[in-house]
């Protein structure tokens, strides 16, 4: 298959499950490649294991470039992937507030995202779906910083993996000197959920192609517990739930984007996997309670089963345009079981030089969010009181 980037660039369009495979045979990329090789067209068998392929594959990591004679690229250049989500947002204004010339790769859409241009960034188009619109994004990058993830109508397929790979592939062959990706803690634990496994076989893709790197390994974000659990209480809707007793230790997009940058100015971060948990794990009903606690009222909580989840997830596999909706459940069955997504950030904050305390804790991110809605709606109350006219 040729490469769509030219022959300097070839994309090595391996399945992920294959790939994680050969990873647990002790297979090195190369040698994987050799093996997909030698199999039928349509094809690849590993042992037992037998898996169709949507892509022939005989490319390799690609070799470094030189690029030693070339103008210096100034350590503050990033290039920020997924700049528009949750966390690419947060990384974009706290490296402009720390004086970094940031650029965004951003897919075209119909609103554009202009309030990434009025904080002071660079927005370039560019789609990770589509290979041949990476490189022009990397000229004159020094690091990139992926937040990227699949929207939920995509195929998780499509961006995180062929799009990271594609993605990797131009930053080592561009000699993009560092490459920082966000992972999700127990990934390798869980290769039956594909995002997870998606996410540990893009982390081992990353570490053999011998780019200068960082994985950050993520538990949870406190700013998804606003829409899930204190906007419908506050609303009076119903809050979803299940009955497992998982629990999370969330952490506040705006400490993991400080965390980053701290970690990207540390030779001693280079090559770590590090994972950021927050101060505490928490189960879904200690969060209802607290978000209870601190809106003043009651939530309307509908539990569902794990055992629903369980069952969903197999009927929806017998028909294949639901293959993402149960790619996703299986996501949820995992986040359903009786686990606790946590770890010790002792050695990270001495690693880092950071303090436990200036970490914020979800009670103090929930008690500023409600304290600050709270006290709108009272404004907002008043206002509509002084405005009623009665005849």
């Known amino acids: 298959m040729a490469s769509r980037l030219g022959h300097a660039i070839p994309l090595p369009f391996i399945s992920p499950r294959l ?22 067209a349509h094809s690849s068998s590993l042992g037992n294991f037998r898996l169709p392929l949507r892509h022939q594959c005989n490319a390799r ?9 070339g103008t210096p690229v ?10 528009t989500g949750t966390l690419g947002r947060q990384i974009v204004r706290r490296s402009l507030d720390e004086g970094y010339d940031v650029r965004c790769l951003v897919r075209p859409r119909p609103a554009p995202a202009d309030f990434l241009r009025d904080w002071g960034a ?22 990139i910083i992926d937040c990227a993830t ?76 606003i829409g899930q659990y204190a906007v419908p209480i506050l609303e009076e809707k119903s809050v979803w739930g299940t009955d497992a007793p998982t629990r ?31 101060p505490r794990a928490w189960s879904t009903q200690e969060v209802i309670t607290l978000c209870e606690r601190l809106a003043g009222q009651d939530a309307n909580v509908t539990t ?25 459940l299986a996501f ?33 991110y929930l008690q500023d969010y409600f304290t600050n809605i709270l006290k709108k709606l009272k404004d907002l109350k008043a206002q509509s009181k002084q405005t009623d006219i009665y005849l």
């Open 248 to 278: 999370i230790a969330y952490m506040d997009t705006q400490d993991i984007a400080r965390l980053t940058l701290i970690a990207m100015r540390n030779d001693k971060a280079d090559r770590k996997l590090l994972t950021f948990a927050g």
């Open 74 to 83: 100034r350590p503050t250049s990033v290039l920020v992937v997924g700049a």
């Open 304 to 328: 569902v089963p794990v055992s629903v989840l369980k069952l969903t997830r197999q009927l929806t596999r017998l028909f294949q345009w639901t293959n993402d909706v149960a790619d996703r």
């Open 19 to 40: 790939y994680h495979r050969a990873l647990d045979f002790n297979i090195s990329l190369g040698r994987s490649m050799d093996l997909l090789n030698s199999l039928p």
């Open 122 to 143: 660079i927005v370039v188009n560019g789609d990770l779906s589509k290979p041949e619109t990476i490189p022009a994004t990397l000229v004159g990058i020094h690091t």
């Open 150 to 225: 699949g929207r939920p109508e995509e195929p998780i397929l499509k961006v995180d993996w062929e799009g990271k790979v594609a993605l990797i592939q131009c930053a080592k062959a561009m000699g993009i000197q560092k490459y920082v990706f966000y992972s999700i803690h127990n990934c390798d634990k869980h290769p039956e959920v594909p995002l997870m496994e998606i996410k540990y076989c893009t982390e081992k893709f990353l570490q053999d192609s011998g780019l200068n790197h960082i994985i950050i390994r993520l538990c949870g974000f406190m700013q998804g517990l």
């Open 61 to 69: 990591t690609v070799v470094a470039t030189d690029i030693s004679q």
């Open 332 to 364: 949820s069955e995992v986040l359903a079981s009786n686990m606790v997504f946590s770890a010790s950030m002792a050695d990270t904050y001495s690693l880092l030089g950071v303090d436990s305390k200036d970490i914020v804790t979800l009670e103090r």
